[in-house]
């Protein structure tokens, strides 16, 4: 189960239990209670433009409220939202009702590690970061205050990448750790790792749509996606996948399908290709697919923060994730192009940054 935290937090203190923690603290699995949030008067300040209609209301009356701005002077995309899809979302408990949040059953005992330690689903109306209205069939998303800036015109020839995905600064106020990106609809998205930092395939966790909500700490069950958003536009048949987010380091992220046949994705999951308008440039693919035990990770979204130049494995940290490897396969070379893409336009888009257009000659690159 995905769980947030700040991104700078103060010193961390011993603790067993979330019980142990302050108000927006979780207890992780290294004993150590963490920051929730990220951003000044988070949570119930009213720091931006959005309507209070957006913040008020119970479940399941909740408005989706989402706007996006593009400041060209800055060079900064922005996104303001609360954090609830354009969707219903059903009352949920990961593992069924009575049932933990930290594995399934099947897997040993559901309410046994430090986050969630003790914790059943639902949770109890009234209690710390629970909704009043929470009913007996699982817990609520609540409308949460996020605010977004991704780099208007990211550098693909930039020496610093690859990252890692979580390597990041995009969300400025919200819930901040496994940040990857937003979605369209202004949902955030994590990476493929619930709070223990386990897949969340491996680790049986039911995601419709691709989402689901937190368990119930800070202000209360927030929703956000790990995987690809199959409920809303994703697809267009024979054609490329529409954009359906920006990834924190500006790229876009587009959805399943591509000009010419499946996409060839570099380790990030991204490649140089052309877009549904035609240009060319780099960016990420939402990809379909359940992770198994024993296989190679297969990203949803992201691997790390690209091109990966065939060094994801190098933005590998125990910092993040306790060290797991949400890497790509790849497509056997250090930078993938989309088959099919016009040379020339790739030259010349590459030509626009510091690298320029001399800068793919250092690399493998796959024919085509």
Aim: aromatic share 10%; proline share 9%.
């Amino acid at each position: 189960m995905a769980i947030v935290f700040a991104a700078a937090a103060a010193a961390a203190t011993g603790c067993y239990s979330n019980s142990e923690c302050a108000y927006g603290e979780v207890c992780l699995k290294n004993g150590k209670c963490q920051q929730l949030f990220t951003g000044e008067g988070y949570p119930g300040a009213k720091l931006s433009d959005l309507p209070d209609s957006c913040f008020q209301g119970q479940w399941p009356n909740l408005t989706s409220c989402a706007v996006w701005k593009v400041d060209e002077e800055l060079g900064v995309r922005t996104l303001e939202s609360n954090d609830v899809p354009p969707y219903h979302v059903y009352s949920y408990c990961p593992f069924g009702v009575g049932q933990g949040y930290c594995n399934s059953p099947s897997k040993g005992n559901s309410t046994d590690c430090p986050p969630f330690r003790g914790l059943k689903c639902p949770c109890t109306p009234g209690e710390r970061g629970c909704p009043q209205e929470t009913p007996s069939s699982g817990d609520v998303m609540v409308a949460v205050y996020q605010k977004f800036e991704f780099p208007l015109n990211p550098d693909p020839t930039d020496a610093s990448k690859p990252k890692h995905m979580y390597d990041n600064k995009c969300l400025k106020n919200g819930n901040s750790y496994q940040v990857i990106g937003a979605h369209l609809n202004g949902v955030q998205i994590k990476g493929p790792a619930e709070a223990n930092g386990f897949n969340v395939d491996t680790t049986l966790i039911p995601l419709p749509c691709g989402g689901h909500v937190t368990p119930p700490v800070g202000p209360g069950p927030v929703y956000h996606y790990h995987k690809p958003a199959d409920c809303t536009n994703i697809s267009i048949a024979g054609q490329h996948g529409p954009l359906i987010g920006w990834a924190a380091d500006g790229f876009g992220i587009y959805g399943f399908g591509d000009v010419s046949g499946a996409s060839v994705l570099d380790e990030c999951n991204g490649h140089f290709g052309e877009l549904p308008d035609g240009s060319i440039g780099y960016h990420y693919h939402a990809v379909d697919h359940y992770n198994m035990d024993g296989e190679h990770h297969v990203p949803y979204h992201m691997g790390c923060q690209g091109p990966s130049k065939g060094k994801c494995k190098s933005t590998i940290s125990e910092k993040y994730d306790y060290g797991a490897d949400w890497c790509g396969a790849g497509c056997g070379y250090e930078i993938c192009v989309q088959p099919g893409t016009s040379n020339a336009s790739l030259t010349q888009y590459l030509s626009k940054y510091p690298g320029g257009a001399s800068w793919l000659s250092q690399f493998t690159v796959n024919p085509y």
